[in-house]
């Protein structure tokens, strides 16, 4: 990983130091995230995620070519893992929420070995990255649905019959399938999908994510319930536990999460975000 950690952290630099959108976005949204922190630690913050987004897209390809044991390697240490592989081998079923934190994609496959899973994804328009995509995560054993109505009904009867569900809580849904509630202090349109698979099935939600270790160390897995409070009953209470979740995983490694994804484009009064 070191040639491919090192041509990142020049990708990362001209990201950061060049006039695009990604630089923009992040920028804006640890500004708004971290209101507290001085110019000086965001900027540098930015910097880091912008070269820790550019390691992931550097890694995803070595992860999907290499050989599974290979892939698997790549995680030296663990956190939670146990607790976790009690539950979902147990015959209740199990959402597990990946956020965009570092490298999901190597966090899915590991976490996923001998374990019956379904993932939800959205599908690329290009028929040949999907192929590839479905074909590289099915290596491990991991069936894939789409967001649509048809991949909701997949995972709900996957749930129901005590399997493993996962999930990215983190991306903006339609208008339909989400309501507003904070992310890190600002209105975020947030997924309703996992409170209502949740309400249907009764099952319970973990919440995990990988972080790069520094020195070419490989990754850390850790994964660990959700908050409480995305049981319950009251659907807005469960979108905010949900929030909560990914915001506990996120201020693990702050530098490592996606920032420059537009997770606040949608705003409740129409205004423009970025």
Sequence with gaps: MGIIHGLASIWGAMLYYLPNRARNTTLKNLRVCFPDLSNEKISRLAKESLTSTASTAMEMGKSWMLPIDKTYSLVTQTEGLEEFRQAANGSQGIILLAPHLSNWEIFGMYVCQDIVS???????????LDRLLQRTRSRGGI????????GVSLVLKALQRGEMVGVLPDQVPNDEGGEFAKFFGEQALTMTLVSKLVARSKARVFCGFVVRLPKGGGFKLTIREADQSIYDEDLLTSVRGLNKSVEGCVLMA???????YKRFRRQPDGKKFY
């Design 143 to 150: 069936k894939l649905a789409p967001t649509d109505r048809k």
């Design 118 to 128: 379904t993932f939800m994804y959205q599908p690329p328009k290009l028929p040949a």
């Design 254 to 260: 702050v530098e490592q999460y996606q920032w420059e």
